[in-house]
């Protein structure tokens, strides 16, 4: 288990400025043509595997494996922001601060 460390103001001043940042860019206007390609790239990537399946020699799973992890990271690439979203919606709201659209 990952002992739990007290950061500084500063410290504390930064992982809010960077969740907020973050959680801006599930706000920008390309966010949701972003979301698009990685979800139709998450198809090609199943097409490819279950073509690969039907071939003769069947699955290479080292390749399986490469395509998992890449479609893994993609997941990681897109949860970052909204993840960052609620995080910094917790920490406003157990500082009874106002979250911005919402009520604390």
Do not use: C, N
């Not at 949701?32 to 699955?59: C, D, S, Y």
């Not at 609620?86 to 911005?100: F, I, N, R, S, W």
């Amino acid at each position: 288990m990952r002992r739990r460390t007290r950061l500084t103001v500063a410290e504390q001043r930064e992982v809010t400025l960077r969740h907020g940042e973050l959680a801006a860019l599930t706000e920008h206007p390309s966010w949701a043509t972003l979301l698009e390609v990685v979800v139709e790239e998450q198809e090609r990537i199943e097409r490819a595997i279950v073509r690969a399946a039907m071939r003769p020699g069947g699955l290479d799973q080292r390749r399986v494996d490469e395509l998992r992890g890449f479609v893994k990271g993609l997941r990681w690439f897109v949860g970052t922001p909204m993840h960052a979203e609620h995080k910094l919606d917790e920490y406003l709201k157990t500082h009874g601060m106002q979250v911005e659209g919402g009520s604390a």
